[in-house]
């Protein structure tokens, strides 16, 4: 079994600041962990990875996320937020391999706001 | 190149009527993937094919909902009787195999009034 915490449902930022959107995740099996972002009327599109390869992981637009085991956390960041980031984020789990792989399960999703 | 494109991009139907929504994944993915994004339940996954197989069907919510692929390609999502409560955006992946990374599409709004 598997989930996903997303601990924020609205994060609000201005622009230029840091970002931090937080998750926590709960799996039987070794994890791969994602994050996929949805702008307005938008499908989802691949932020970043994690298949226990390097625990940080690097995505697009500036975003990276590190992976805590310890913690069972997947929080994703950027150090400087643009207009253009706003959007609503989901953080999604699935086993790394084996049955059930392609299963994918979505935190509710944190919308992001940026002040200007 | 093309990504997942799916078609219409907006339906709008009266309840108890049958609505079709196609699918045409990234060329060459084998796997493909149908989810229900609605306001109350989130994301959820509803079937997957692999090639034109479906292996798993146990997130299609009740026997109105069917789904088939064709030459391990494009796929139809059939709702039959549409109900209020089937009023979603339904968003479709592909992925070249099943372990490898989903690609979505941009989705089809179904209204059901």
């Known amino acids: 079994a598997q989930s996903v915490t997303q601990l924020d449902s609205h994060v609000s930022v201005s622009e230029g600041t840091p970002v931090l959107l937080r998750c926590n995740y709960s799996?039987?099996?070794?994890?791969?962990l994602f994050w996929y972002v949805q702008h307005p009327n938008k499908g989802l599109q691949l932020l970043l990875k994690y298949t226990s390869a390097a625990t940080l992981v690097k995505g697009i637009n500036g975003f990276e996320a590190e992976f805590k085991k310890s913690e069972t956390s997947f929080h994703l960041t950027k150090p400087s937020a643009h207009m253009s980031d706003a959007a609503e984020y989901f953080c999604?789990?699935?086993?790394?391999?084996?049955?059930?792989?392609?299963?994918?399960?979505f935190g509710k999703g944190t919308k992001l706001s940026v002040i200007p | 190149g093309a990504g997942v494109s799916q078609s219409p991009s907006n339906k709008v139907t009266e309840k108890g009527k049958d609505v079709e929504l196609r699918c045409d994944p990234i060329?060459?993915?084998?796997?493909l993937y149908w989810y229900r994004q609605s306001l109350g339940q989130g994301l959820e996954f509803l079937i997957y094919f692999q090639g034109n197989s479906a292996p798993d069907k146990s997130g299609l919510p009740s026997d109105r909902f069917s789904a088939e692929r064709t030459g391990g390609s494009v796929s139809t999502l059939t709702i039959q009787r549409t109900q209020q409560e089937d009023s979603a955006v339904y968003l479709c992946?592909?992925?070249?195999?099943?372990?490898?990374?989903?690609?979505f599409g941009p989705g089809t709004r179904l209204t059901v009034l």
């Open positions: 799996s039987s099996y070794s994890p791969s």
């Open positions: 999604v789990v699935s086993p790394s391999r084996g049955a059930g792989s392609y299963q994918l399960t």
């Open positions: 992946a592909s992925s070249l195999e099943v372990e490898d990374t989903q690609y």
């Open positions: 060329s060459g993915h084998t796997a």
